[in-house]
Antibody, heavy 120, light 107 residues
Framework: QAQLVQSGAEVKKPGASVKVSCKASGFTFSDYYIHWVRQAPGHGLEWMGRINLYSGGTIHAQKFQGRITMTRDTSISTAYLDLRRLRSDDTALYFC?????????????WGQGTVVSVSS | DIQMTQSPSSLSASVGDRVTITCQASQDINNFLSWYQQKPGKAPNLLIYDASNLETGVPSRFSGSGSGTDFTFTISSLQPEDVATYYCQQYTNVPLTFGGGTKVEIK
């Protein structure tokens, strides 16, 4: 069955960068988009951006302009989120979520989440 | 950006009760709306897409309706395993946006 497995928890200092991975299995990698969604402690869901796994094309929310990069490695069916210049309010649970076929922006498969803690 | 306003933010109901959650978009999103269930400490799970289509494997007590700006999500008979937070999400425009969530508890 379709599955996304994310990398482990990260602890970072303010100003640092973090790279989270998301390995896909059980579906045709290039047929999907991978989205990144985060959830601050006690808060709701926030969409960060998405990558087209076929073309590599990306689009992200304006608030992350200049700090976010999304990439993929098709040879190992893995997508990556890079977030730079981390701040304390970037502390959150980060999810990758996949959508494909006629519904690239409907998230029918989710990773388990990666905790990113930012603290001095 | 399209704002999604969900209500109520929380509710408490008895097992077997009918539960209704509403989601209002700040502009017309046609029927490009999905609903997700998130249990504590877990990733969200897709329940409904295109406002009213039930995802494969999702129990039929869950349903959705609406179009344009006003949408409704219903649990026809609340079960103990339905304790969770529910989110609506629009996908007509980027940035994709979520409602603030509705926490459902058992009375």
């Amino acid at each position: 069955q379709a599955q996304l497995v994310q990398s482990g928890a990260e602890v970072k200092k303010p100003g640092a960068s973090v790279k989270v991975s998301c390995k896909a299995s059980g579906f045709t990698f290039s047929d999907y988009y991978i989205h990144w969604v985060r959830q601050a402690p006690g808060h709701g869901l926030e969409w960060m951006g998405r990558i087209n796994l076929y073309s590599g094309g990306t689009i992200h929310a304006q608030k992350f302009q200049g700090r976010i990069t999304m990439t993929r490695d098709t040879s190992i069916s893995t997508a990556y989120l890079d977030l730079r210049r981390l701040r304390s309010d970037d502390t959150a649970l980060y999810f990758c979520a996949g959508g494909g076929g006629y519904y690239p922006d409907v998230f029918d498969v989710w990773g388990q989440g990666t905790v990113v803690s930012v603290s001095s | 950006d399209i704002q999604m306003t969900q209500s109520p933010s929380s509710l408490s109901a008895s097992v077997g009760d009918r539960v209704t959650i509403t989601c209002q978009a700040s502009q017309d999103i046609n029927n490009f709306l999905s609903w997700y269930q998130q249990k504590p400490g877990k990733a969200p799970n897709l329940l409904i897409y295109d406002a009213s289509n039930l995802e494969t494997g999702v129990p039929s007590r869950f349903s959705g309706s609406g179009s344009g700006t006003d949408f409704t999500f219903t649990i026809s008979s609340l079960q103990p395993e339905d304790v969770a937070t529910y989110y609506c999400q629009q996908y007509t425009n980027v940035p994709l946006t979520f409602g603030g969530g509705t926490k459902v508890e058992i009375k």
